[in-house]
């Protein structure tokens, strides 16, 4: 296929990502400038300072809603992207109603607790529906250290093993790796 | 008992009846997992009570913080 080709076919697509922090606001963007037409996005969060070091924000997006800045920020890629907002607390009741309509959904969480949520949630809810989740992203180094793993429906990445700790922060590179095998991951669903 | 985990074929000891007995056995110690077995998702208040047998396709993920 050709680049206008695979970007024809991207366009009539709907992803949902799940938590718009360091994962959630990095894939956003790879999936904009790849041409994925319609996004869903959701998180309760505002942005900080602090999340300028691995999140896709700038120092005069600090304090709005992070889907506010993500959806601003699409738009100046491509502000034909349909991007639905949600300001919402992700849990079991409210998942799969927002995701329902989406070709394949990413797991953006920060807590592992979350990320089992999602995991357990959409498979009970939305069965055989794609899933894209990341577990093990934190510090630095050790790129080698990335793997894909692949059960049915379920896409994993990362080491599944360096989690967030007070001597081992998330930080901008591995996690916008992780952010961009989550990307490529959901193009692999969407073109497939 | 002969099951394949995570896509290797492992040997299990005798008894290593349910997902509980398989995950202590392989010492996956992590607080929080996810668990597949043949493509079916146990739940966590599962495992004691999920039984595992020869020849079982078990897929186990570590979920740790991090995004």
Known sequence: MTRQEYRERLREKRVGIAGAGGLGSNCAIALARAGVGSLVVADF????????????????????????????????????IQVEAHAVRLDRGTLAAIFSDCDVIVEAFD??????????????????????CASGVAGYGRPESFRVRRSGALRMVGDFESGVGPDNPPMAPRVGIAASMEADLVMEVLLA | MTVTVNGEVRELPEGTATVRALLDAMRYSFPLLIVRVNGRLVER?????????????????HLVSGG
């Open chain 1, 45 to 80: 969060d505002r942005v900080s300072l602090d999340n300028l070091d691995r999140q896709a924000y700038f120092l005069d997006q600090v304090g709005m809603l992070k889907i506010e800045a993500l959806a601003l920020n699409i738009a100046r890629i491509d502000p034909s």
């Open chain 2, 45 to 61: 208040a599962s495992y004691a009570s999920e039984p595992i047998a020869a020849g079982d396709l078990v897929d186990v993920y």
């Open chain 1, 111 to 132: 807590a592992a607790e979350a990320k089992v949520m999602f995991i357990e949630t959409l498979l009970e809810e939305l069965r055989d529906r794609p899933l894209v």
